[in-house]
């Protein structure tokens, strides 16, 4: 199936996340969205790629709610939640457990809450930092201590923007691998949509797809998408 549109697989199924000729442009005039028109119809990991400026980080704070679209329409059946570069950004707390408990539903009971943050711990291999000081721990846990947080928070969207940028080669590949696992579980799989600058990780990805000037292509393989960069790549160089 190499170079197939993973979409033409599924074909029937509704979509997950839609977006229909969105707009949207900065008070000074910048086109960041023109008529951009994407769907995710399942739960996987999904990957866009494409130069600063094209509109990756506008089109998340879109599909978040922090931005209203100019015109257009977005459809998420899904609750989303946003991850950065860097997790120092978003965790707020001293030590571990304490961040977490930010993150949990409120109608959650106390006892509820600890089989909670154990379950999320777990599921990203950090679980036996529940009481480490936050500041102790590597870039690397910090970043899935961010992912944790947002599986605590029964999100089960998550737009992560570059979110290995910060980290060196082997915690980049564990942070992959977890989120892969993640997403491709039997039982309550999540859909992430990453933000990539690397091109080894779209190795990962159940499908990619290439955005330019406020526009996004359709959904190819990984390595196709990877091909055909070097390519342009080598064009240009």
Known sequence: MEGSHPVDLIKGESSLLSLDKVCFSWVNGTKALDKCSFSIPRPGLWMLVGSNGSGKSTLFRLISGMLQPESGH?????????????????????????????SLPRKLSLRERLERIKSVLEQVDLGDIGSRPIHTLSGGQKQRLALAGALASDADLLL?????????????KVVLQILKKVCSRTSYPITALWITHRLEELEFCDGAAMMECGQIGPWLSGNLVMQRLKLLAGRRG
């Open 160 to 172: 992560l923007d570059e979110p290995t940028a910060l980290l060196d080669p082997a915690s980049q």
């Open 74 to 102: 977005i459809s998420c059946s899904l609750k989303p939640s946003l991850m950065f570069q860097n997790p120092d950004h978003q965790l707020l707390m001293p030590s571990c457990y304490s961040d977490l408990l930010l």
